[in-house]
């Protein structure tokens, strides 16, 4: 069997929506089949190595995908990809043979919170974004020295971004908006520094006026070059564009769940 993404696109096919599994060919290489998730899902999570299931595994970090192997699983990687979990590695087959194996599971997604309404002054943007995502994981990197960052930077940094950082770590919201892990200074000349961006070349940025960052708003400087304001943070703007089909810049209109893809998450 020669693996290409268009085979992973059949394989899961076969599968379904919902939780399916089947063993590969003995000759296929495992790690062909990770290589291939990993570079379209980011890192994996690992749930079983060298026969040892990972104790914290439990339903919100995939655990379903180890029940059609009961204890023959040898060693399993784990996606998160909205409402599903993907899975691959080695596991004993009825025979006791270690074969490749694909498995999906049902994910569940807690039920996205709404955008708040806008005179709400008192909303934790953070706390829904964890919600609106199913972050369920510990901070991924609760110990950057910001006091570093932002003496490099010459500016303090919004509050809200640098809990991001913090929760979250190096990936993107939906697989698509990628977080940067400290501002970049691209557009510093134009009073901008960029926080997120995406594929499409669209750049999320703050207008840095003022001596608050935590009252700097938003600008977005789209692929072609437009600059569009919105009186927002950083970790509302996110919020708004996860879940509001009416935003400018919606993601809501391609996915109606919605996670992080940590790219450095594995085990």
């Known amino acids: 069997m020669e693996l290409t993404q268009a085979t992973v696109n059949d394989l899961l096919a076969q599968l379904g929506p919902g939780d399916g599994y089947m063993y ?3 000759d296929l290489d495992p790690q062909d089949l990770t290589d291939l998730l990993d570079s379209r899902y980011g890192a994996p999570r690992t749930l079983v190595l060298d026969g040892f299931t990972d104790p914290t595994v439990d339903e919100s970090r995939g655990a379903d995908l180890l029940v059609p192997f009961e204890d023959r699983a040898v060693t399993i990687r784990a996606w998160a990809y909205g409402d599903q979990w993907v899975g691959t590695g080695t596991a004993r087959d009825t025979e006791g043979a270690e074969r490749p194996v694909l498995v999906v599971a049902h994910r569940e997604v807690p039920e996205p919170l709404t955008a708040a309404p806008d005179e709400d002054e008192d909303v934790d943007w953070m706390e829904r974004l964890r919600r609106i995502t199913g972050w369920t994981q510990p901070a991924q990197r609760p110990d950057v020295d910001w006091t ?7 500016t303090a940094l919004p509050s809200d971004y640098k809990r991001m950082v913090e929760t979250f770590g190096e990936g993107a919201f939906d697989g698509y908006l ?3 892990q400290e501002p970049w200074t691209n557009l510093r000349t134009d009073g901008l520094l960029i926080w997120a961006g995406t594929e499409h070349e669209d750049l999320y940025c ?3 006026d003022g001596h608050d960052p ?4 938003v600008v977005v400087r789209s692929f072609d070059g437009e ?3 919105f009186d927002c943070q950083a970790a509302e703007f996110v919020c708004r564009i996860l879940i509001d089909r009416h935003h400018p810049f919606t993601m809501a209109r391609y996915f109606d769940t919605h996670w992080f893809m940590n790219y450095r998450e594995g085990g």
């Open 24 to 26: 590969l060919p003995s």
């Open 148 to 154: 570093e960052v932002e003496a490099r930077l010459g």
């Open 178 to 180: 990628d977080l940067s």
């Open 206 to 208: 703050w207008r840095a």
């Open 214 to 217: 935590d009252r700097w708003p």
């Open 227 to 229: 600059y569009v304001p």
